[in-house]
Nanobody
């Protein structure tokens, strides 16, 4: 049974940085395309970033480009989201998700991801 556990969230001031981590257990990270999504109160869960199995290609939502960086370490079964220049509108519960597919390309659709973590809260406030 694949499980995902996120960590690294917290309270940070505007302009600050955080690094989120997501550890996959019960399988090999190298078998999955990985994504990060977020959900703010009263809003739908939205795509943030995704990275292919091999790690050399990624995709970002417009709101994430230039500030957030997704990466992965398949040897450690861990995917990361480096978050820089944080804004109050980045406040949300952040989820990592795993996509099982024979093809190695990213997806922005929640429906394409089979496994989800419980989320880690990021709050950006002064």
């Amino acid at each position: 049974q694949v499980q995902l556990v996120e960590s690294g969230g917290g309270l940070v001031e505007p302009g600050g940085s955080l690094r989120l981590s997501c550890v996959l257990s019960g399988g090999s990270l190298s078998s999955y395309v990985m994504g990060w999504f977020r959900q703010a109160p009263g809003k739908e869960r939205e795509f943030v970033a995704a990275i292919i199995k091999a790690g050399y290609d990624s995709e970002y939502a417009d709101a994430a480009k230039g500030r957030l960086i997704i990466s992965r370490d398949n040897a450690k079964n861990t995917v990361y989201l480096q978050m820089n220049s944080l804004k109050p509108e980045d406040t949300a519960l952040y989820y990592c998700a795993a996509r099982s597919s024979p093809y190695d390309f990213t997806s922005e659709s929640r429906r394409d991801y089979m496994y989800w973590g419980q989320g880690t809260q990021v709050t950006v406030s002064s």
